[in-house]
């Protein structure tokens, strides 16, 4: 199968799986479940579900454990996109080719649905427990989903890019919300899925570092997407950054360097990625995931 059909194939997987954690409509809860629901299935690559699905095939996982784990990271990530979405943030109207979130059930709900796949994600997570009660890596795990979730992660780099905007920053302070505000979702993905299938602490600090390298290749191409992307191909609007007078890699940079960062950054973690054991076919898929993500046209 080619990096295209099992790309397909991993991410109608994850597709199933989250969409099996989602919440169920109550009596007078149903508006509330029905904007959550919308803003997770309203596309997305599910890159990180995937991931962790294939860091934890890579180090021999092969049970259910990780799929709490998977939609839990999903619904954290979704939530993040429609608190970012909000008028007091980004105030955009599109994700995904659809309507936001709050353009389709309003501010009020959309910060509420919000607040809700954040505490669904955790309620989703503990259920890894009802597959394997005595497994201790399911309580590493879950402290490596905490700690990159939260202030210390993707929220931290969330409040100082909000902060911050329309200041002059330093290069320190800029890449500091790139490894916070997108890195911290990618390296916990690949921890996660590392921590579950045993892997030891040496090696889940080699894909630590390897998840810092990828995360922060994946925000450059997004930099770049925004100043010359297709807003057809992206499905949201271009040049918000321009809009929202944000320093980004590639306005300190160029386009050139840029691009020759991404592939250094891809090329760096494709090595690490070699130093560790595990599943072949995993790590070759990887490796393949690794370059698209340099390639992308969305």
């Given at each position: ?76 990530h979704t939530y993040s996109l429609v608190h970012d979405d909000l008028p007091a943030i980004d105030n955009d109207d599109y994700r995904r080719g659809v309507y936001t979130t709050h353009k389709k059930y309003g501010e009020a709900l959309a910060v509420l649905a919000g607040d809700g796949l954040l505490h669904q994600a955790y309620e989703t997570a503990v259920k890894a427990f009802d597959y394997e009660a005595d497994n201790d890596n399911v309580i590493k795990a879950l402290r490596i ?154």
């Amino acid at each position: 199968m080619n990096f295209e059909d099992l790309m397909k194939a991993k991410v109608s997987e994850a597709d199933k799986i989250t969409d099996g954690f989602l919440p169920l409509s109550g009596r007078f809860n149903s508006e509330l479940t029905e904007a959550m629901n919308y803003s997770v299935k309203a596309g997305g690559k599910r890159l990180r579900p995937v991931i962790m699905m294939s860091f934890y095939r890579l180090f021999g996982g092969s049970g259910k454990v990780v799929e709490p784990f998977m939609a839990a990271m999903e619904m954290l990530h979704t939530y993040s996109l429609v608190h970012d979405d909000l008028p007091a943030i980004d105030n955009d109207d599109y994700r995904r080719g659809v309507y936001t979130t709050h353009k389709k059930y309003g501010e009020a709900l959309a910060v509420l649905a919000g607040d809700g796949l954040l505490h669904q994600a955790y309620e989703t997570a503990v259920k890894a427990f009802d597959y394997e009660a005595d497994n201790d890596n399911v309580i590493k795990a879950l402290r490596i989903f905490a700690d990159k979730t939260g202030v210390n992660g993707m929220l931290g780099g969330q409040a100082a890019d909000v902060v911050n905007t329309g200041k002059i920053i330093d290069d320190d302070l800029m890449y500091y919300i790139y490894e916070h505000k997108t890195g911290a979702l990618i390296e916990g993905s690949m921890m996660i899925g590392a921590a579950l299938a045993g892997a030891d602490d040496d090696c889940i600090e080699t894909v630590r570092k390897t998840g810092s390298l990828i995360g922060l290749a994946f925000q450059i191409k997004d930099d770049l997407l925004d100043i010359y992307g297709s807003e057809k191909a992206l499905g949201k609007p271009v040049n918000s950054d321009s809009r929202n007078n944000k320093k980004t890699y590639v306005t300190v940079n160029g386009k050139d360097k840029s691009q020759a960062d991404i592939l250094r950054f891809t090329e760096e973690a494709v090595s690490l990625l070699d130093t560790v054991g595990g599943n072949e076919e995993e790590r070759i898929f990887l490796r393949q995931l690794f370059k698209y993500l340099t390639s992308r046209n969305s």
